[in-house]
């Protein structure tokens, strides 16, 4: 019997053999979360207290998508990845997406790979002396991503990450901005990036980048990629805005604070939203620069202000607790999040002394951490001070 997407070891080719012609789409993946989809040192602890805690039953449904390659090359499991060749350690590589076949379904990786000479592309012209080329539709489409960027629990259906769902139910696909327009292009606001894919091939109009950016500033800072680290940042300013309205009240003043997703084709924050955490910080102070009121500070222990709204998911494990744990996920406990071109609305009333009226400053930002303090707390990685990244900033001067 022919086993669907089982392949003998080394059927997928390593990046390196791809790099001598491809060098610059190899340099932008080999330090974009793709390369690192195995490695990851979040991935990591998580997956293995996942593979501990459900006797292995998440070994290879996780690894579909952090090591396609070894999970169609039988090297997994065991999960401690002793059995990975050097190829199926590079996570989401060159020779996994480019000998993708078919999407049978965008969710859970339902591809059928078919590795070998033929390597599949938007373009299917041009010559390679390595390669046979294949204009391939799928590649072009955003179902692509979305085979791995939608992830339902196996048993509980629990909606573990909807980026593509919710790209598809949003504006964007409507008017046709697929994920590659944003992701693979070099950065928010700039669509094009002429020049040659090998040395060896022609001139095009556009080469989509690989760099993939996100929202992973601060493990893009671990890294030491610098220069992916400011591509993440430009990514999460790109995506939201603020709008704020001050009125007085009886007890001080209220403040009306519009959070906008402007830029970004899915909800705010989307992905793994059950480690990450945004969140509104607002602070006012008078004329002498006294502070009045403060809400959604981070606190001495790194953890945020625990009164604060915060916009991500949360999962409720089958005895009703919530958990931050994927592989327990029953249901969804909280969905908070901004949807593309859409807002969400946030009060704060501000009690103020009657003396306070004139010259209030007002400061309101949205913050973001890829990682909540909690959840790097849980993955036991020691000495972590999750930093946060301001997304958006609104400030104004208040005279009641
Ligand atoms: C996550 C999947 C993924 C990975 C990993 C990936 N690519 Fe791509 N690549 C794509 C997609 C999708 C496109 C087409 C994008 C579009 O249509 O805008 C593409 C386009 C290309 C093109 C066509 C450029 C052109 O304009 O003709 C080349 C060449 C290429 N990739 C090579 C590579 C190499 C080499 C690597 C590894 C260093 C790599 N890719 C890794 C998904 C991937
Ligand atoms: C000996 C050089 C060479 C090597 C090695 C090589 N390629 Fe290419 N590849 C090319 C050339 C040349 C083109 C055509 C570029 C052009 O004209 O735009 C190309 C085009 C592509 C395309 C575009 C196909 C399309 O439809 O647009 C993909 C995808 C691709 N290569 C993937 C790979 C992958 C994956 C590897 C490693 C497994 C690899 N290449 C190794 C030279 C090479
Ligand atoms: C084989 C599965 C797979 C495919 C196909 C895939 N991705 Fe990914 N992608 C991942 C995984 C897994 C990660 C996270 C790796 C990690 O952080 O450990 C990721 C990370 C990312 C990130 C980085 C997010 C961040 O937090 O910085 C972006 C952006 C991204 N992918 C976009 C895309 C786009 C666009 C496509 C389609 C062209 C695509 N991906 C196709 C599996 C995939
Ligand atoms: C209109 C542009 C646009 C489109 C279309 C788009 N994205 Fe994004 N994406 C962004 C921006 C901007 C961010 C940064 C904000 C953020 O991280 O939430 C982002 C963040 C991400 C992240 C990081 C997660 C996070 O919250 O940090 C992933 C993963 C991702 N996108 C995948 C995709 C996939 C998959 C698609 C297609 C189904 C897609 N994106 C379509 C603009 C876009
Ligand atoms: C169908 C594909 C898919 C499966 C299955 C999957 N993941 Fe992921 N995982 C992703 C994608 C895509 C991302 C990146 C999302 C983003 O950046 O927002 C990701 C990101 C992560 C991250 C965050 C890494 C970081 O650096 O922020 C962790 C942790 C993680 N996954 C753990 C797991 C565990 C544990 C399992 C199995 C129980 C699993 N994943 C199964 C697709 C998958």
């Known amino acids: ?7 003998e070891g080394g059927a997928f080719d390593h990046p390196d053999n791809c790099a001598a012609c491809h060098q610059e789409i190899h340099d932008a993946w ?11 040192p979040f991935y990591q602890p998580d997956y293995l ?4 805690e459900t006797e292995g039953f998440t070994d290879i449904f996780c690894g579909e ?8 090359t039988q090297q997994l499991p065991p999960p401690d990845g002793s059995l990975f060749d050097a190829t199926a350690k590079k996570g989401v590589s060159c020779d996994y997406c480019h000998t993708v076949k078919e999407v049978v379904e965008p969710v859970n990786v339902k591809t059928i790979s078919d590795p070998g000479r033929i390597k599949r592309g938007p373009r299917g012209e041009g010559e390679s002396p390595y390669h046979e080329m294949m204009f391939s539709k799928v590649h072009t489409e955003s179902a692509f991503c979305g085979a791995c960027h939608n992830v339902v629990h196996p ?29 693979m292009t070099p950065g928010p606001g700039v669509e094009k990036n002429p020049g040659k894919s090998s040395f060896m091939g022609s001139e095009r109009d556009h080469v989509p980048t690989h760099f993939f950016p996100g929202g992973s500033v601060f493990f893009q800072q671990r890294e030491g990629n610098e220069r992916e680290m400011e591509l993440a940042k430009e990514m999460l300013q790109a995506a939201a805005e603020l709008e704020t309205e001050a009125h007085a009240t009886q007890e001080g003043m209220e403040l009306v604070v519009k959070v906008k997703n402007v830029g970004a084709g899915h909800k705010i924050p989307t992905g793994v939203t059950y480690i990450r955490k945004m969140w509104l910080e607002v602070t006012v102070t008078n004329g002498q620069g006294k502070v009045l009121h403060t809400s959604g500070q981070v606190k001495e222990s790194n953890h945020v202000d625990p009164d604060t709204i915060f916009y991500h998911k949360v999962f409720r494990d089958e005895e009703g607790n919530l958990t931050p744990k994927s592989w327990l996920a ?38 973001y951490r890829s990682m ?12 972590i001070k999750v930093p946060e990244i301001e997304m958006a900033r609104s400030e104004l001067s208040v005279t009641l």
């Open 1 to 7: 019997m022919v086993k669907i997407n089982q392949f």
């Open 30 to 40: 080999s330090k974009s979360k793709h390369r690192y989809a195995w490695e990851d």
């Open 49 to 52: 207290l996942a593979s501990r």
């Open 65 to 72: 998508c952090h090591a396609p390659v070894a999970v169609r």
């Open 155 to 183: 048993t509980s259906g629990a909606v573990v990450i909807d980026t593509f769902a919710d790209w598809e139910e949003g504006p964007y696909a409507k008017e046709g901005t697929r994920c590659q327009d944003c992701h």
């Open 330 to 367: 029953e249901e969804i406990a909280y969905d908070r999040r901004i949807p593309a071109k859409g807002h969400d609305v946030q009060s704060f009333s501000i009690a103020l002394d009657e003396n306070e009226t004139t010259d209030l400053q007002v400061t309101v930002r949205l913050l």
């Open 372 to 383: 909540s303090q909690e959840a790097a707390d849980q993955l036991g990685i020691d000495g």
